[in-house]
């Protein structure tokens, strides 16, 4: 199942769509047992925004759908909100491009900043699955083959597409985990 929606890119486009246009948020069927059966079955709240110098938009509800045939719920979430992640793509991607620059990444956690170990764990993880991610990239978007090595591939997709686009897109082809 698609876990990310495109192209709602802000927290706030997020909460308008919520109010206004939720059938974005339907999955086209059940992901655990195909039926195309599915009512919206309220909302769970998640503390998205880890932003601290405005006011906090948290807590941001996420839609919530109920299949008819199994009962079992599911839902997606918009482009800004990196499943099971504490922090948005675009934090992420803050910290990955720092580390491929050879910068110092992360703070103490606290400050809003994510923490040196989360951004180990991000690290680890993107050059763990960075090889498929590649593969899958170079494939659909040719001018991402131009790189050669694979911190300059990853400094194209963000400077080209961004990390929360790629791994929207990487959701709907391949189901990241």
Not at 113 to 119: D, G, K, L, N, V
């Amino acid at each position: 199942m698609q876990r990310i929606v495109a192209g709602i890119s802000t927290l706030e486009q997020h909460l308008e769509t919520v109010k206004g246009k939720r059938e974005v948020y339907r999955p086209p069927s059940c992901p655990h047992c195909g039926i195309k059966l599915l009512c919206q079955h309220g909302y769970y709240y998640r503390k998205a925004d880890r932003r601290v110098q405005r006011p906090s938009l948290n807590p941001v509800p996420i839609c919530r759908y109920r299949c008819g045939g199994c009962r079992r719920t599911c839902s997606r979430l918009p482009e800004c909100i990196a499943p099971r992640r504490w922090y948005d793509w675009s934090v992420q991607q803050n910290a990955l491009s720092a580390r491929l620059d050879g910068r110092p990444v992360g703070g103490g956690g606290d400050d809003g900043q994510p923490a040196m170990r989360s951004t180990g764990r991000w690290w680890a993880w993107l050059q763990a699955r960075g090889p498929i991610f590649a593969f899958s990239l170079r494939c659909r978007f040719r001018e991402l083959g131009r790189a050669s090595d694979f911190t300059g591939f990853w400094r194209q997709v963000f400077a080209t597409l961004g990390l929360p686009r790629a791994m929207a897109w990487l959701d709907r082809e391949m189901s990241v985990p």
